[in-house]
């Protein structure tokens, strides 16, 4: 599989990408540790990330929708 996915991911925020952002910060991980960078880490590096902002988009968007605890988890 290629890179593009992961870049919709990056673009989109879809549901699976805040689910693993969600659990990443009820776990207390930092950006580096979480499931967040693993899923994407195999095509950009946490500089990268950090740069398109992408914890910030992350954060606005759960806060945009209810927050963590109104979200279900994505399977």
């Not at 500089?47 to 979200?71: D, F, P, S, V, Y």
Request: proline share 7%.
């Amino acid at each position: 599989m290629g890179r593009r996915p992961r870049e919709l991911a990056i673009q989109y925020l879809p549901y699976g990408l805040l689910y693993y952002y969600c659990a990443d910060q009820a776990a207390g991980l930092s950006p580096s540790e979480g499931s967040v960078f693993e899923s994407l880490g195999y095509n950009f590096s946490l500089a990268e990330l950090e740069q398109l902002q992408l914890w910030e988009r992350l954060e606005a968007k759960i806060t945009e929708l209810g927050g963590c605890e109104a979200n279900p988890p994505a399977y």
